[in-house]
T-cell receptor, first 112, second 112 residues
C-alpha cells in the first residue's frame, strides 16, 4: 500500500509570495492533517480535514488555509509569506480523526 | 503553558543498555496518546496508540505504558538502528477544537 505523498519536496519562495502544497493520503484514509515543524517550535498542528470539511484548527493566522477534495487529496496554501514561515510542512492521513496518523516525507519550504 | 513535556531532551546509550523515555501531559479529556519515531529528514513514523491508564503496547524492543499523567517508552537492549527522535503526542479538547499536541521529542543515540 502506497504511503502518504507530498509535493513538492522542496520549495524556495520570497517574502510576500504565496505557496500551495499538495498531499495525497493513503488509499482509504479520509482524514488529512497538516503540521508545521521548526527547530524552535517543534511540530505544531495547523488543521485537519475529514470528508472535505475542516474539523479542527490549530492556532495559526488566517494566512494559512487548506482544503480537501472529494478523493481525499488535500492542499494547503500560505499567503503573504514571511521569513518565519520557513519550515518543514508535514501532511498526515488517518482513517478517521481519532486514529493514528501516518505522515508523509514533508515539504521543505524556505522563504528568502 | 506546555501541555506535553518530554524528557530527557537527549539520551545517549550504549548498545544493549536499556532505558526509558518520559512523556508527561497536563491536558484534560484525553482522547489518545501517540508515540512516533522520526529519523532525520523524514516524517514521523507511527509506533503506538494508548487510550487509557494501565494500557501497555509492545513492538520489538519498545514498550509503551500509560498512566493518568504520563507515558513511558521503554527501550530494551537497544541497537544503533533505534537511534532517532521519539515524539509523543496527545489528542484532547483545546479551545473547542479536538487537536493533537506534540512534545519536543527525545533525541536518542545508541552507540555500538
Amino acid at each position: 500500500k502506497a504511503g502518504v505523498t507530498q509535493t513538492p519536496r522542496y520549495l524556495i519562495k520570497t517574502r510576500g509570495q504565496q505557496v500551495t502544497l499538495s498531499c495525497s493520503p493513503i488509499s482509504g484514509h479520509r482524514s488529512v492533517s497538516w503540521y508545521q515543524q521548526t527547530p524552535g517550535q517543534g511540530l505544531q498542528f495547523l488543521f485537519e480535514y475529514f470528508s472535505e470539511t475542516q474539523r479542527n484548527k490549530g492556532n495559526f493566522p488566517g494566512r494559512f488555509s487548506g482544503r480537501q477534495f472529494s478523493n481525499s487529496r488535500s492542499e494547503m496554501n500560505v499567503s503573504t509569506l514571511e521569513l518565519g514561515d520557513s519550515a518543514l510542512y508535514l501532511c498526515a492521513s488517518s482513517l478517521a480523526t481519532s486514529n493514528e496518523q501516518f505522515f508523509g516525507p514533508g515539504t521543505r519550504l524556505t522563504v528568502l | 503553558e506546555d501541555q506535553v513535556t518530554q524528557s530527557p531532551e537527549a539520551l545517549r546509550l550504549q548498545e544493549g543498555e536499556s532505558s526509558s523515555l518520559n512523556c508527561s501531559y497536563t491536558v484534560s479529556g484525553l482522547r489518545g496518546l501517540f508515540w512516533y519515531r522520526q529519523d532525520p529528514g523524514k516524517g514521523p513514523e507511527f509506533l503506538f496508540t494508548l487510550y487509557s491508564a494501565g494500557e501497555e503496547k509492545e513492538k520489538e524492543r519498545l514498550k509503551a505504558t500509560l498512566t493518568k499523567k504520563e507515558s513511558f517508552l521503554h527501550i530494551t537492549a537497544p541497537k544503533p538502528e533505534d537511534s532517532a527522535t521519539y515524539l509523543c503526542a496527545v489528542r484532547a479538547i483545546v479551545g473547542g477544537s479536538y487537536i493533537p499536541t506534540f512534545g519536543r521529542g527525545t533525541s536518542l543515540i545508541v552507540h555500538p
